[in-house]
């Protein structure tokens, strides 16, 4: 079902949200950082910035969770088990690479064999409305890694900015739900050659080309190459790739505890880190940058293909744009293409 919101309404419709819903959505830096948040009023949303430095997986995966509390009294303990999510939730103006990244992670948190609760209840209690990309950045290279300005695939309603108004698709059952919000209008013919308009050319502007199919195959020849040797000099392991990838998962579990209370919570890890991997008896089977660098980039373009059938990074250039020291991932992986590594040598030398 195709609809429109009239912009000048904007606020009141995220204002008819929140009285049923909890809403989160991008808004103003917090502490310097870009961010998706619980809204308390509707004017701290903030679209402006394309992809926010923290993505909306923190949303379903915090940085920081607290998993349960226990309390000791005696040789009794008593634990109070994760909070359940009273209202439901949206998730508002997620562009389509950190809602693709939302799919991936559910791959590893809902599995056959297990299910992770903290995510699964999440995910389950959100109704997500994505936002298409009239204008990707020069770091953006969603289409190699099978997405686009406006994949659709994800969301339960998806905007679009034609300027004056929003064009607004319902997508999915949880979407429908909102077909009577009394903001949303008819959309007219114009609307939608506008709609097809801005599609094509916001392809043509993801310009960056990144031969990523297949990337396993070629991989599997370079675990022992002297790629890996150049790739990761310039690398100071500082892991802001990993913690602001929305495809990265990798947590750590600490009890914090004082007397006889305390809580289990999880945090964010990442592999690039050098006591990720280090063992108890001491051995660290990847004990330098090199080991670790080949770790991340055949993580996402080598095991989880192999595991999932689609390469784990969704093009979302944030690695690109926040790493101090200019490290581009897109050169790595050209330069892993045995077609196209000619033109790069230099980079890695
Ligand atoms: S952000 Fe850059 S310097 Fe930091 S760990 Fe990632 S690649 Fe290395
Ligand atoms: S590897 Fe980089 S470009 Fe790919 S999803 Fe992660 S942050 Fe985005």
Not at 76 to 104: H, T, W
Not at 248 to 264: I, P, Y
Not at 337 to 347: I, P, Q, V
Request: glycine share 6%; charged share 30%; proline share 5%.
């Amino acid at each position: 079902m195709k609809l429109k919101l009239d912009k000048k309404n904007f606020e009141d419709f995220l204002k008819s949200l929140m009285e049923e819903y909890d809403l989160y959505a991008p808004v103003q830096p917090v502490e310097g950082v870009s961010v998706f948040k619980k809204i308390e009023q509707p004017s701290e949303v903030n679209l402006t910035q394309l992809v926010p430095q923290k993505p909306a997986k923190d949303i379903f995966f915090p940085q920081s969770e607290v998993m349960f509390c226990y309390e000791m009294a005696g040789k009794q303990s008593r634990m109070n088990s994760m909070e359940e999510i009273k209202r439901e939730r949206i998730l508002f103006g997620a562009r389509p690479c950190d809602i693709e990244a939302i799919s991936i992670i559910e791959k590893i948190f809902v599995g056959e064999e297990y299910t992770d609760v903290y995510f699964l209840e999440k995910r389950r209690k959100t109704t997500i409305i994505g936002l298409g990309c009239n204008h990707p950045l020069s770091t953006c290279f969603c289409s190699s890694a099978g997405g686009d300005p406006f994949l659709r695939a994800g969301s339960d309603l998806f905007f679009i900015d034609l300027g004056e108004t929003y064009f607004v698709e319902l997508l999915t059952e949880k979407g429908a739900a909102l077909r009577k919000n009394r903001f949303f209008k008819e959309v007219d013919p114009n609307d939608l050659t506008l709609v097809k308009e801005l599609e094509g050319k916001a392809f043509e502007k993801v310009g960056y080309s990144i031969p990523v199919e297949g990337i396993e195959k070629r991989l599997d020849l370079m675990t022992e190459s002297s790629f890996w040797d150049r790739v990761h000099e310039k690398c100071i392991g500082c892991a802001v790739c990993t913690y602001l990838c929305p495809t990265c998962h990798c947590f750590d579990m600490v009890d914090e505890a004082l007397n006889n209370k305390g809580q289990r919570v999880r945090n964010w890890d990442s592999c690039l880190f050098p006591i990720y991997s280090l063992e108890t008896s001491g051995h660290n089977p990847r004990p330098t940058g090199r080991e670790r660098t080949r770790q991340r980039l055949m993580h996402k373009f080598n095991y989880f293909p192999k595991n999932f059938g689609r390469v784990a990074c969704v093009g979302c250039g944030r690695c690109i744009l926040y790493c101090p020291v200019q490290f581009d991932i897109r050169e790595a992986l050209l330069y892993a293409s045995a077609k196209r590594a000619k033109g790069l040598k230099r980079k890695f030398r």
